[in-house]
């Protein structure tokens, strides 16, 4: 999520000074992502030199408050409607050490990915506490929590998968008298 | 909530209020169960019901098939017949009677001839309400007559063309007929009713009383001897052993037949509940409450079944009974049902219902939880494992019959059960084998049979049932059929319905079938008819055949003329007869009438002279050892005898021939004694009337058919007819059972795109393989019972009912084929997802 | 004393060609409170470690302790009444009784116990308060919805005093936000003192757990490290 956005999303609400924004900032996401002041400052800058906020003195303080311009509120809705770039792979780290594995001679595959399953998992137990002792009412924490655990247990279902098709290819490293009862013991539980 | 592991090991042991509060809360979930599932409990409690209704009726039947001694000696326990020697002695006999006998009553009794007719009617004086009588006599309607007046049956109007109101002549005295009288324990019976008194000369007297037979042998009697004493003694004790092991045949069949069905019920039901007793028992259910969900279940459905289907046969019973008397020929006291076996067959029907239930329930609690909750049934055993023990039970079953001898209860009693359980073993084979052969057959034929093959407690237990429903009526049809061609005397009667003899003097051939006491002296043909006679009656015979368009066969007998003429019983005709003991002299008792084997008469049934291989040929199969009387004193031949079916197995008809050879052997010659005259038809009222007329002007008689009696016959259809229905109803019912276990499959079929026709298919098939299988199987089970029970005598069940048994092998699955197919539509819950 | 104790426990099915061993030599100690999550593919054998924990069906070899008693010294009648009493189990497909209402569903275990209907009411209705559920206390269980049925199914094997709580995918029929909510529960009774073993194949919500552990052919091959504070992650993420 990018801070430019984040700040027009605030401003649509009504006008704001600076030190709000970062305030509500840190308390819409959850205080998960900290963020300083000078980052708010910069990218209000750049807004208002884009035209996509204007600035001006409040008739009762010292603060320099910001409004969204109608240009800003355009971009605003037009970023909100547009898909994020899924097309282009990430390089995922994980993705790469298990394809490295397969061919590293003495490596027990299963075992790496079993220690990166561990770890995934333990790392959403995590998660799940924060979410656990999170508030009912703090509805963009666990909006947040959700998005981390759903993207940490697509990795797990990821490391499921590449276990199940590695086993079904290589031949599985523990003798087995008779692979067919077994998927037939699958299908009794 | 906040509770920390105590250390100490929890109690597992409960208490006695702990458990009774736990089955009070397992009671009322099987109630809720009861009143979710009663739709499934339906078809249980009326397959129960059907079965336990038909054993309170088939009780009835064996309790009231038979009249017994009530015919002829009502309530009394004697009844003592005496032949008054001349007019006007009766009074004195009476008299005597009733001096030293006080509660005897009187019968008089004297015969109305019918013109021209070998036949007879007798006129009886009974009181309108006679101590002992009572039984004997009904009116029908008008009133019972006074002085001057008459009352008859039905048959007694006919005969002589009258009607109620006229005045008829008999005897030579004028009375007016005010009502039509029967004989409630024979409705066949033919008599005109007086009041007491009103016989003038009555030729014999029947006193009824309670005492015991041996009184006769002090009474002193003059005018007249005493002819015969008939005592229930005896008889009664036999009947009511025989009776008691009908009861007891029926109960047995009838109790097995509830078993069955229970179990194929319960088993179903307990398929169905395997999941939700999983899950009782996976919260924490012991086995035994597991089992008393299914116990309590058979517990209400045994005792309201039981219930139902006793107030059902009750009232089936009073709806059948006046269908029943027109079939066995006499009335029959609704009240007289064996209540004690019909309330302990209804107690043990629900006992039989708990065990059925036990059953299932004990499969299902020694499951491991974790296997219930899957809701899958068992794999099924081996079939053959099954058809071994199966074949030993029968073969036990069958020869615990053997062994019984018809007699020995324990023996009876399980060796019919052995033998049905044998049969339900059996069945899951045919299942199988009826599978096996499915391979090509259409998807839902294959679906089907291979649904009863693999779910082998429910369809083994509905075929069982089907099986025995079938098995019950192919066995009544056997037996009856059986008892037809065997019991000759009683079923084929005296004469076809299409033929008249025409007797040159007397008529008869020989006695009519009947307790043996009452066997009159053989009764013998006069030294010779005239010429004259012989002639009057040959023309009347060719008057008789030419209103017929047919031809009269001559009669001839052979007759022994040197026999001596004194004493006036009649030299000279010979006749078949048998050494006899009686009252303490030997001597030897009439059997049988031979004729002459003229050419003309064995073409008349159809038999070439190369056909004979003896002196004597009979339709009879128990003349074995019988001798020849030549026709005088002592004059006792050993003779061959030949059995030969084409002869007639009427008692008035020839039903055996001599040879012309072997009488020439014995110094016999030929006499005439009859005319036989056959139409194509059966005869006509007003044809006979004309044939009785015609030898009446001659002044001599005709015999025709005397009775119009095949109840047996009726019953035979009646039976078949009956099982078919059950079997039908038990099947229809058995492949609602199985069939509505399998909505899920159709479901699936539907979502598939098979079309209705293929639905139906399925129900169809379902009912015509159970249908099928049940034909056969019933139908060999009812024989093998029947050969062991008649093992001493097989040949007894050698003329099987091919259209009847037909009907059970072949209709049976045809009918269950069409009736799936009409009746086999989807159900309208197909969307509903099973509760549990 | 471990609330559930399996020791070397072994499970086969079938025999000689047909054998299938869905168990292992497992050893598995849960605590008092301890929520454990059971985590494998299909056919890992983890619904057969589950049914053997919960007495439903008996080990080929090994020992199963509950409460410190070993089960296979128990006959039939005792461990159902340990299932009566010390162990609550939740189906995945919730295996309510259809011929009872929620409360009486609840109050089953405790009235097969031999508690007065009354007092097994009066605490059906007490748990069924706390899941929020005292609206539906009288709706038979066609007539809840899929989350409301499977908070019964809890509500059921956590009425009276458990010690044991075991759940086979318990939210494997429901929606994340109802599985969720599931687990909440799952995990808030264990905070009370009890033990509980959930199965599952999704690693959501086997995060609930204290501990994972990871089975595979029927072997325990991994668990979960013990927990470190929140903050870690916090910090961890905002580093990078």
Redesign the interface.
Same mark, same amino acid.
Do not use: C
């Given at each position: 999520m990018s801070v430019r956005h984040a700040v027009l999303a605030l401003l649509s609400e009504g006008p704001k000074y600076g030190l709000r924004l970062r305030h509500e900032f840190e308390e819409r996401t959850g205080e998960v992502w900290p963020i300083n002041v000078g980052q708010i400052y910069t990218t209000l800058q750049r807004l208002e030199r884009d035209g996509m906020v204007e600035s001006g003195l409040e008739d009762d303080g010292p603060q320099k408050t910001y409004r969204l311009t109608a240009e800003g509120a355009a971009e605003l809705n037009r970023w909100l409607h547009t898909p994020p770039d899924l097309g282009s792979p990430p390089r995922d780290e994980l993705v790469i050490k298990v394809l490295v594995a397969m061919h590293v001679p003495g490596v027990d595959i299963g075992e790496v990915i079993q220690t990166h399953r561990r770890r995934v998992v333990e790392l959403m137990q995590e998660w799940t506490r924060v979410k656990r002792d999170a508030s009912e009412d703090d509805i963009s924490l666990v909006l947040v929590v959700d998005a981390e655990l759903f993207r940490l247990d697509s990795v797990v279902r990821w490391l499921d998968a590449a276990d199940s098709r590695l086993r079904r290819v290589t031949s599985p490293p523990t003798p087995r008298t008779n692979p067919a009862p077994a998927k037939r013991k699958a299908a009794a539980l | 909530m906040t509770t920390t592991l105590t250390p100490t090991r929890p109690n597992l042991t409960t208490g006695r209020t702990e458990s009774r509060i736990a089955n009070r809360a397992v009671a009322r979930w099987s109630r809720r169960l009861l009143r979710r599932e009663w739709r499934q409990q339906l078809l249980v409690l009326t397959l129960l019901t059907v079965a336990v209704a038909a054993t309170t009726v088939g009780l009835g039947l064996v309790v009231n098939v038979q009249n017994g001694d009530q015919v002829s000696m009502g309530s009394a326990a004697t009844r003592i017949e005496v032949i008054a020697s001349g007019p006007g002695t009766a009074a004195g006999i009476i008299a005597t009677f009733q001096q030293q006998l006080p509660d005897a009553e009187v019968i008089e009794d004297t015969h109305i001839p019918i013109p021209g007719s070998t036949a007879s009617v007798d006129l009886t004086a009974i009181a309108q309400h006679g101590r002992y009588s009572s039984p004997m006599l009904g009116i029908v309607s008008g009133r019972y007559p006074g002085a001057g007046e008459i009352a008859v049956t039905r048959s007694v109007l006919s005969t002589f063309s009258l009607h109620v109101g006229q005045t008829w002549t008999v005897l030579g005295q004028a009375r007016r007929i005010v009502g039509i009288v029967q004989n409630p324990k024979d409705f066949s019976q033919t008599f005109a009713l007086v009041a007491p008194g009103q016989i003038a000369n009555p030729t014999s007297l029947s006193f009824l009383t309670n005492a015991g037979p041996n009184v006769a042998s002090n009474i002193q009697l003059t005018g007249g001897r005493i002819v015969g004493i008939m005592s229930d003694g005896q008889s009664l004790a036999a009947r009511k052993q025989q009776q008691a092991l009908a009861v007891l045949l029926i109960a047995t069949i009838g109790l097995t037949f509830i078993g069955l069905l229970s179990v194929a019920g319960f088993t179903v039901m307990a398929q169905r509940r395997l999941r939700s007793l999983g899950m009782i028992g996976a919260i924490g259910a012991t086995d035994r409450q597991v089992r008393k969900v299914m116990l309590a279940n058979g517990t209400a459905v045994g005792v309201v079944g039981a219930a139902l289907g006793t107030v059902v046969g009750l009232v089936a019973w009073f709806a059948l009974k006046p269908a029943f008397e027109k079939v066995v020929g006499h009335s029959v006291d609704s009240m007289s049902l064996p209540w004690l076996d019909v309330f302990l067959g209804a107690g043990l029907a629900v006992l039989a219902s708990i065990a059925a239930s036990w059953w299932p329930a004990r499969a299902v609690s020694r499951m491991p939880v974790v296997v219930a909750l899957t809701g899958r049934p068992p794999a099924p055993q081996p079939a053959h494992r099954f058809a071994l023990l199966g074949s030993a039970l029968a073969t036990l079953g069958f020869v615990l019959l053997v062994l019984s001898h018809n007699s020995k209860t324990l023996l009876i009693v399980t060796g019919i059960i052995a033998t049905t359980c044998g049969m339900l073993l059996l069945a899951p084979l045919g299942v199988q084998a009826l599978a096996g052969l499915s391979g090509r057959a259409p998807v839902a034929m294959r679906l089907a049979l291979r649904d009863l093959a693999r779910y082998q407690a429910r369809s083994g237990a509905a075929l069982a049932a089907a099986s025995l429903a079938v098995g019950i009526s192919a066995t009544i049809a056997i037996t009856a059929a059986a008892q037809q061609t065997h019991d000759r005397g009683y079923t084929e009667g005296n004469l076809p319905n299409n033929q008249v003899i025409v007797w040159i003097e007397g008529g008869g051939s020989g006695p009519a079938s009947g307790p043996a006491i009452k066997a009159a002296p053989a009764p013998s043909r006069n030294s010779g008819p005239t010429a004259a006679k012989i002639a009057t009656a040959r023309a009347v015979a060719a008057t008789i055949a030419k209103s017929l368009n047919t031809t009269s066969i001559e009669l001839d007998v052979p007759h022994n003329p040197d026999a001596p003429t004194a004493d006036g019983t009649g030299p000279g005709v010979a006749s078949i007869v048998r050494s006899a003991t009686h009252n303490g002299h030997s001597g030897f008792e009439f059997v049988d009438q031979p004729y002459l084997a003229t050419a003309a008469l064995l073409n008349f049934y159809g038999i070439s002279a190369s056909d004979v291989h003896a002196a004597i040929i009979t339709s009879r199969t128990d003349l074995r050892g019988a001798k020849l009387f030549d026709g005088a004193r002592d004059g006792l031949h050993a003779i061959t005898i030949q059995v030969l079916s084409k002869l007639p197995k009427y008692t008035s008809a020839p039903d055996a021939l001599m040879t012309p050879n072997e009488a020439t052997a014995l110094g016999l010659t030929t006499q005439a004694t009859g005319f036989v005259v056959q139409s194509a038809h059966a005869l006509t009222a007003a044809q006979i009337h004309a044939a009785r007329a015609a030898a009446a002007s001659a002044g001599i008689s005709v015999e025709t058919r005397n009775t119009t009696d095949n109840s047996l016959q009726q019953l035979r259809d009646w039976a078949t007819f009956v099982g078919v229905l059950v079997a039908l109803a038990v099947l229809a019912m058995t492949v609602g059972l199985i069939r509505s276990e399998t909505s899920g499959d159709l479901r699936t079929l539907t979502a598939a795109g098979a079309s209705g026709a293929t639905r139906r298919m399925l129900t169809a098939t379902t009912a015509a393989a159970l249908g099928l299988l049940g034909g056969i199987i019933g139908t060999a089970g009812a024989y093998v019972a029947l050969i062991a029970w008649h093992w001493h005598d097989v040949s007894f069940l050698n003329k099987p009912p091919y259209l009847e048994l037909g009907a059970l092998v072949i209709a049976l699955p045809v009918a269950a084929l069409v009736g799936g197919w009409v009746f086999g539509r989807t159900p309208s819950h197909l969307g509903r997802v099973r509760g549990e | 004393?471990s609330?559930l104790e399996l020791i070397g426990v072994t499970k086969v099915? !079938?025999r000689g060609?047909? @054998?299938?061993q +869905?168990l292992r030599e497992v050893t598995l100690a849960v605590e008092?409170g301890e929520l454990v999550a059971v985590?494998g593919?299909?056919?890992s054998?983890?619904?057969?470690l589950l049914?053997i924990a919960?007495t439903?069906?008996s080990a080929s070899s090994g020992d199963v302790l509950i409460?410190?008693?070993p089960v296979s010294k128990?006959s039939?009648?005792?461990q159902?009444?340990?299932?009566?009493?010390?162990?609550g189990?939740v189906?995945q497909d919730f295996?309510?009784?259809? !011929?009872?209402t929620a409360a @009486?569903n609840v +109050?089953?275990?405790l009235?097969?116990?031999?508690?007065?209907?009354r007092t097994a009411r009066k605490a059906a209705l007490e748990v069924l308060d706390?899941l929020s559920l005292s609206a539906r206390a009288e709706h038979f269980?066609?007539d809840l919805s899929g989350g409301e049925r499977q908070r019964v199914a809890i509500a059921?094997a956590?009425v009276g005093?458990r010690?044991l709580l075991l759940a086979d995918e318990p939210s494997g029929a429901l929606d994340s936000v109802n599985g969720e909510a599931v687990m909440?529960l799952v995990?808030s009774?264990c905070q009370?003192?009890?033990?509980g073993v959930v199965v599952t194949?999704?690693?959501?919500l086997?995060?609930?757990?204290d501990r994972?552990v990871?089975l595979?052919?029927g072997r325990m091959?991994?668990?979960?490290?013990p927990?470190?504070g929140?903050e870690?992650?916090?910090q961890a993420?905002?580093a990078r």
């Open positions: - | - | 004393m609330a099915y !079938g060609a047909g @054998e299938v +869905a008092p985590m593919p299909s056919g054998g983890k619904s057969t049914t919960g439903l069906e409460g410190g008693m128990l039939r009648n005792q159902a009444a340990m299932r009566r009493r010390a162990i189990y189906f295996n309510l009784l259809a !011929g009872l @009486e +109050a089953l275990p009235e097969l116990d031999g508690v007065s209907t706390r269980p066609d059921r956590v005093e010690r909440r995990r009774t009370g003192g009890v033990a194949h999704d690693a959501q086997a995060s609930w757990a994972v990871f595979r052919d091959v991994d668990q979960t490290a927990p470190a929140p870690s992650l916090l993420d905002a």
